[in-house]
């Protein structure tokens, strides 16, 4: 107990005082630094999320706040990494050396307002990073359970984009693109756009 221990026995010596008050600084530091620099856990995201994706029950995840989108599927986070939405490709806007192709500025706008500095749980497929280092990742707002990604391409701001290894919701994605296709959403509604973009495979 308290009472009976090496602290207060310390606390309550004027000599050895100033060196209690020292280590218990130094633990709540100590604890402050483990809580800061912790990460959720495998099972840590909303349960919705599982149920509606069966196929990340048990993968990775990490909970962060999105600080700066760059474009419609690329963004960077509170720590300082950039994330680029996997199996998705939205209209280009900031590519060096290339003009801003139809639709790209809505696409851009679009992720801007929904994912600016909101937290997000961020989870990977196979491959973990693109030849950039940016993180390759499955994104989902936190409090609900429909993938970004996913949203992305339903609401035609973006076409799917299949590269290996990193194909777990490719049926997903091509579903979605076929309905907003259909429904002539977003880049579709336009069909020279519709004629350039497409499924891109690598």
Known sequence: MWKDGI???LYFNPRTRHLAVRLLLICAFVLLLGACGSKPAADAADPA???AYPDLQGRPVTLTEVKRVVDGDTFETSA???VRLIGVNTPETVKPGSPIQPYGK???A?????LTGK???LFADTGDKDKYG???RYVFIQGESVMFNETLVREGYANTMTI???VMFQDLFLDAEKEARKAKRGLWGDPAQAKESGTKKK
Request: net charge positive; charged share 25%; glycine share 8%.
């Open 7 to 9: 602290m207060h026995k």
């Open 49 to 51: 999320i599982y149920k």
């Open 80 to 82: 300082g990494e950039k």
């Open 106 to 108: 809505q696409a851009s």
């Open 110 to 114: 679009f992720t801007k307002g929904r």
């Open 119 to 121: 937290s997000v749980y």
């Open 134 to 136: 940016r993180l390759l």
């Open 164 to 166: 290996q290894p990193n």
